[in-house]
C-alpha cells in the first residue's frame, strides 16, 4: 500500500498510539478510548489517563484525529483521512511483521 | 465528591521536593495515607495539609501541566479513569487513587509520554531564564535593586542546578 510520502515519517506508529486511532474509528471521548483499546488488545495494552490526554492533543496536533463533539467537558474525537491512511499503512506493515513471525 | 467528616482534624506538615523529586513526593504522599494521614489539600510550596483517617491505601501521581484553556477536560479525563483531582501547586496537578490488586495504577503508561512531562515542565522553567537574566546583568541603579540581583543570582544557580536534574531525568527514561 502506497502513503503519500509526507505521512511516512508517522510509521511505525506505537503500539499505543495504533489502538487509539484503531478505536477512534467511531467518535469517542478519552475514557471511552481507555476502555476500548484496553479490550480491543485484550488487556495488552493499557493507557493511563495522563498518557491519553497527551496523545489526544498530539494527534489533534497533527490532524490525524478532530474533534466533533463536547459533552460535559469531555470532548469527542474520530478519526481524519490523514489518520486514516496512516493507520491503514501501518497495520499493512504489521500484517507482514506477523506473516513473518507465523512460523516461530 | 468525597463526604467529610465534620470533627475531621486538619494537620499542616513541611517537606521540600525539589521538581525533579516528584517520585520521591508521590512515594512520600502514598506513604502518609498508609499511616492515615491522607492529602487534603495545598497551601505554600512544601506546605501539605492531612486530613487523619484510618490507613488506606491510596496511590498519588504528580503530573505537570499548565495548560488553563484545556483544563476542565484535562481534569474531567482523570476524574473518568479514576483518579481524584486533590489540588495543584503551579503547574503541578496532585492526583490519587485507591490501589487495588497487582500493579499500581500509573497516569503514565509509557517511557514517551513520561518524558513529555518533564519537557513541559523545561519549556515552562525557561520562561524564567531570560527574566533572570535580565535583571542580573541590569544596570546599578539602586542599593536595593543589587540585593534583588543577589537573589536572583542565587535562584538562577538553583534553577540551572534543576534543568541539569531535570535533563538527566530525561536521559534516564530515554535509556529503559
Known sequence: MELPGNLVKYLPLTETTAYILLALTEPLHGYAIMQKVEIMSEGTVKVGAGTMYGALSTLEKEGLIVKVDEQERRKIYTLTTKGRQIIQAHIHRSAILVRNGQGL | MKEKMKEETTICKYKWFWA???????????????????????????????????????????????????????????KDAGWEHMGHMGGWQYFRTLAGEGELPEIYSDTDSKIQKYRRLLAYLAIFLPIMIVVISGGRVAPFFVGVQVVCAVFLIVYIFAVVKLFGRVRELKQV
Open chain 2, 20 to 78: 525533579w523529586q516528584d517520585d520521591k513526593e508521590e512515594a512520600w504522599l502514598t506513604q502518609m495515607s498508609q499511616e492515615g494521614l491522607h492529602l487534603a489539600s495545598l497551601g505554600f510550596p512544601g506546605f501539605y495539609f492531612f486530613t487523619a483517617g484510618e490507613p488506606t491505601n491510596y496511590v498519588y501521581r504528580l503530573d505537570f501541566v499548565t495548560d488553563s484553556k484545556d483544563y476542565q477536560n484535562y481534569l474531567q479525563l482523570f
